[in-house]
């Protein structure tokens, strides 16, 4: 028996969310097959699976906050551990086994070896010497005298709850699981108050929809999941305060005036990115309104020509072209801040950040090397870039190195904004919407399609003249494409 843990796929992380399992107890797995989806602060990582052999279990659900080092999954090699004696994979990896007896106890009464000794569990993986912290877990004091503890704990006390364990999670319809330990009717931590009658199992739900039930006054012991793994959703809880509803008015409170949404994943990265930039670089931002009719209508032309076939094309194309034709003009722009060593690093290469709103949040991966590609590489490299992001599939790899950012505010109808600065980068430059505007052109005044360009930059790096340089440069090469072929 063999267990996987969390590894460290990224620089520092220290947990990661489980989003999605793709095998089940009982299922044949192979070395290096995807077995589950995590989600850390920078993107939706799959993971491999570095044993082969029969899933005995699965110690996180979906949606979990597992930190790393935890077990996630355990695989039945075909080997057995002598007694008293660790098994091949814990010996391999300087941990210490814990018995099966033990294994429904929560992560803080499982002994767990020095730091030094934990080593990778996976190629390119591993966790790293002091990375991960174990936050600190404070019980809560139940109405029956005994303490509630996060997810881990179980609703009955003594023997029972000790030996209560998600080490194996039952699968509708599916046969032929081999439980790490015999299954026990696992009951989720219940509000503070809330007595629990003997024999009576509530079905796991998560803290935030735990709250918000408590909040609605609606009896989780009445629900049946419809999450995965049975879990209770938000919507069954919504669902069950409608039917209430519908009883009685004395049924629900009379009101709900907010909700609170856990910060994690990527809003929690972006937000402690933002603050940190915000208040380390001094951000100046400049705007600079341009015609770029000739730029709309090059971006019609290319579309018809067959090198751009398969590609999409956009005025976002012609901005990120124009972008690294003014880079090569103005190199200070494409640099950062060194604080330790009171240095400004050039860079020479050009890693394009573009960012995109997902439904997981902003993310900002970018384009590598993006001064090398031709246009229509470019545009196909801009095309994934976004798709991958939409998808969820933008790896950690994807968002590092990045040099200056282009953020495209126009798809949501606005004309301008103060972008702040992704951390690292002295440069981003906002691109808003395109309209139809009255301009003057040899006197008269005719509608043309204009366009608002906003840079903000760090003024420790890049004076006011080299700003208002790249960004003039920027505006005259939309205004006038052919620009762009000169000036490269």
């Excluded at 590489?377 to 939409?390: I, K, N, Q, V």
Aim: with cysteine; glycine share 10%.
């Amino acid at each position: 028996m063999k267990e996987f843990r969390l590894p460290d796929v990224g620089e520092g992380l220290t947990e990661a969310e489980i989003v999605r399992w793709h095998v089940r107890p009982g299922d044949p797995v192979k070395i290096n097959q995807i077995i589950v989806e995590i989600e850390t602060a920078k993107a939706v990582v799959e993971l491999p699976c570095p044993f082969e052999g029969v899933v005995s279990a699965l110690t996180a659900v979906e949606g979990e906050t597992v930190e790393v080092g935890r077990p996630i999954i355990s695989v039945d090699d075909g080997t057995a551990p002598a007694p008293g004696a660790p098994s091949g994979a814990r010996a391999e990896e300087g941990l210490t086994e814990v018995s099966a007896d033990r294994r429904g106890l929560t992560e803080d009464m499982v002994p767990h070896p020095p730091e030094q000794e934990r080593r990778p569990v996976l190629v390119g993986y591993g966790v790293k010497p002091g990375a991960a912290k174990r936050r600190p877990r404070k019980p809560v004091a139940g109405a029956s005298g005994r303490a509630v503890n996060g997810d881990a704990d179980r609703a009955a006390g003594g023997g029972a709850g000790a030996a209560a364990s998600f080490a194996t999670l039952p699968v509708a319809g599916e046969t032929g699981a081999v439980p790490a330990v015999p299954p026990v009717p696992a009951v989720p931590p219940v509000p503070a108050g809330t007595a629990v009658p003997a024999g009576r199992v509530i079905a796991p739900a998560k803290p935030p929809v735990r709250k918000l039930a408590r909040e609605l006054g609606v009896d989780l012991a009445t629900l049946t999941g419809t999450g995965p793994q049975g879990t209770i959703t938000r919507e069954d809880v919504h669902s069950a305060v409608g039917l209430a509803g519908r009883a009685g008015p004395s049924a629900v409170p009379a009101a709900v005036t907010e909700e609170r949404i856990p910060v994690k994943g990527v809003r929690k990265a972006t937000a402690q990115a933002v603050t940190a930039s915000a208040f380390t670089a001094p951000h100046v931002t400049e705007f600079l309104q341009v015609d770029v009719t000739r730029a709309v209508e090059a971006v019609g032309r290319l579309r018809e020509l067959p090198d751009f076939a398969e590609v999409r094309v956009t005025p976002l194309l012609l901005v990120a072209k124009a972008t690294l034709v003014a880079v090569r003009r103005h190199p200070m722009i494409n640099s950062s801040w060194d604080e330790a060593r009171q240095e400004i690093v050039v860079k020479y290469g050009v890693n394009l950040g573009i960012a995109a709103a997902t439904p997981r949040g902003l993310l900002v991966p970018n384009v590598k090397d993006a001064q090398t590609l031709s246009l229509p590489e470019l545009a196909g490299a801009l095309g994934a870039l976004a798709e991958t992001a939409r998808a969820g599939r933008t790896q950690p790899a994807d968002m590092a190195g990045g040099t200056i950012t282009i953020t495209n505010v126009g798809v949501f109808g606005v004309d301008a904004g103060t972008p702040i600065l992704n951390p690292g980068e002295s440069a981003i430059l906002a691109f808003g919407q395109i309209r139809d505007m009255p301009w003057v052109v040899d006197g008269q005044i005719v509608p043309r399609k204009v366009c608002t360009l906003a840079l903000s930059f760090d003024h420790r790096i890049v004076d006011g003249e080299l700003g208002s340089l790249f960004l003039r440069d920027l505006g005259a090469m939309l205004e006038d494409p052919l620009r762009m072929l000169a000036w490269s």
